[in-house]
């Protein structure tokens, strides 16, 4: 079998014991700059704390550091305008940033002192990470405005709520849609633990164990802002997990697939409301596309792509998960593979959420559909269940009696609140004379006022406590 001959030949940061350097294909292979130098700002935030760390112990002096940090600010300008050139022969974005540096100032090869790249991608991700997860966040709140926004303006519109896509009974849109604003408010809380978690620095476990050096681990956690509530910096307490551990990535990969499986339950609610069997609602065409072949067509392509996006985050995690199990302590260069998930899950979670908000944000009930679809008298037959059992009926002998009624109507083929009184008492002895007014759609809703429920006085309290949490 022919084997790759070609040579790279470059390998300046540990090159020591190699009489050559690694293949052509294996450096094509094991190259991670070409992905990784997403992390540079955050590898630059770490090589500040770890030097400002450095010359406080008196590792480095004043003006190595001095030189360090000026050649790193400089980097960190050249890098955001695109200026920099990536290597991938030098691997990866820490040997990139720690060369271009050593290019600027002699004293970047004291840089490296007590350190690991181990240690130092760890602690890169968790600044990413937190970053990452803010704005998040933000996305979060944003849509949540978005669909408070949307609940206010629909909530005088009814619509059948379904189980087993079967009409059930009657809520407002507002209600229903507050029941997504539930979901991605709960993983708003979900990225915010994702966030606090991250805030604890692995830096100074060096590369398993640690060093021997004279090295002060709370002040680059402090440089860092690593520290709780009281201002007391917060470490990781075993250096042989710090360098091993992903908790913090697959944290925020399941806080991605989760939000993601919500979207996606979200987007197929709009897709069924939007179908033209149903057509609750009409989505803006900025996110509907067009058929090349079928002039009719306007599909929920937004809407869609959500839905299949939503995979690819319950993917990422199943990666994430997969490449740490059965991982021996402590690092494996198998950890390389965490960041292309994580990165994915991040940009395509942000671009779901700004794609569901704004399609909402553009998108209008359709009125006459929707008053035709909740006119079923049948989402009410519950209520008329619960009618009788205040007349005294026992809930199941009530359940039982509708269910005649039911049966009824569809015998005569008459709605059930049109069904002649004496053949109703027929079937339920205890109707009074009113009870064609259980049917009665406002009056129905007006009687759901409990906590959590669609009642119109719960509903418009819902969307005032939602507006206050969120500032509107
Ligand atoms: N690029 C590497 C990664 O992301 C950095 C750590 C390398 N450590 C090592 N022992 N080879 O995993």
Redesign the pocket.
Known sequence: MATSKKKTGKQATWGGRFKEGPSELMGRFSE?VSF?KKLAPFDIIGSKAHAAMLAKVGLISKAEHAAIRKGLDELDRQIAAGKFTWDTAL??V?MNIEQALLKKTPAAAKLHTAR???DQ?ATDVRLYLIDASRQLMRACSSLLAGLVVFAEENQDIFIPGYTHLQRAQPVSVAHHVLAWAQMISRDLERFAKVYANCFVSPLGSG?IAGTTLPIDRAASAREMGFEDAHGQPRLTDNSMDAVADRDPHIEFAFACALCGLHLSRMAEDVILWNSSEVGFIRLPDAFTTGSSLMPQKKNPDSMELIRGKSARLSGNLMTLMMMVKGLPLT?N?D??ED?PPLFDSHEQLLMCLEVMRETLVGATMNQERTAQAVADPLLLATDLADYLVLKGVPFRQAHHQVGALVALSEKLNLPIDKLPHKDALKCAPKLGKDWTQVFNLKRALAARENPGMPGPKTTKKAIAHWKKQLGL
């Open positions: 991670s990784d691997e990866d820490h690991s790249r181990n991608v590369a690092y260069r950890l390389q960041k």
